[in-house]
T-cell receptor, first 113, second 116 residues
Framework: NAGVTQTPKFQVLKTGQSMTLQCAQD?????MSWYRQDPGMGLRLIHY???????DQGEVPNGYNVSRSTTEDFPLRLLSAAPSQTSVYFC????????????FGEGSRLTVL | GESVGLHLPTLSVQEGDNSIINCAYS??????FIWYKQESGKGPQFIID?????DKRQGQRVTVLLNKTVKHLSLQIAATQPGDSAVYFC???????????????FGKGTLLTVNP
């Protein structure tokens, strides 16, 4: 059981470049979300989805785009990377009925130069 | 103790002792609270949760206490082991309303170090 899989694990971008962080889960979870983790800031919610075709903004959505075309996948897109987006990104999923019992991926460390 | 919004970086205990990690939350409307453990280089892992209609909940070696009067949450770890060394986060969420129960607010975390 793979759980939540994130790729890539590490990425270095130049300011203005675009990229997509991939997230896939094999647990048939309705709910998926993206968080960023910065030193001294804890985890902050970027975007979330309660099911295929449904997405919504979290606490810090600016500069990020998401879509949910399937139950399994929830990619996070950076359209024009900025140094302020240097962070560790975590994807998480859960059953809708147990929304707090999130299963997290291993994280993607992104550096924007 | 840790606060959602303030920084309490470390707690150091001896192996075998009990550990208590504290968390203060700010929103009196929050009705669901969760503790997560994050080991170095890994994603957070669910430990235990509690709803606001409870004061205490026990798991395997862990107990969560909720004091709604002072908006305080604590995680107690019995007989702390070296494998318990990690960052511990509390998180809260509002009642289920338009999907808001999915919007968890995390604290900044407490680093627990267990000395052999």
């Amino acid at each position: 059981n793979a759980g939540v899989t994130q790729t890539p694990k590490f990425q270095v971008l130049k300011t203005g470049q675009s990229m997509t962080l991939q997230c896939a889960q094999d647990m048939n979870h309705e709910y998926m979300s993206w968080y960023r983790q910065d030193p001294g800031m804890g985890l902050r919610l970027i975007h979330y989805s309660v099911g295929a075709g449904i997405t919504d903004q979290g606490e810090v959505p600016n500069g990020y785009n998401v879509s949910r075309s399937t139950t399994e996948d929830f990619p996070l897109r950076l359209l024009s990377a900025a140094p302020s987006q240097t962070s560790v990104y975590f994807c998480a999923s859960s059953h809708a009925r147990d929304a707090g019992e999130l299963f997290f991926g291993e994280g993607s460390r992104l550096t924007v130069l | 103790g840790e606060s959602v919004g303030l920084h309490l970086p470390t707690l150091s205990v001896q192996e075998g002792d009990n550990s208590i990690i504290n968390c203060a939350y700010s929103n009196s409307a929050s009705d669901y609270f969760i503790w997560y453990k994050q080991e170095s280089g890994k994603g957070p892992q669910f430990i235990i949760d509690i709803r606001s209609n409870m004061d205490k909940r026990q798991g395997q070696r862990v107990t969560v206490l909720l004091n709604k009067t002072v908006k305080h949450l604590s995680l107690q770890i019995a007989a702390t082991q070296p494998g318990d060394s990690a960052v511990y986060f509390c998180a809260e969420t509002l009642p289920n309303s338009g999907g808001s129960n999915y919007k968890l607010t995390f604290g900044k975390g407490t680093l627990l170090t267990v000395n052999p």
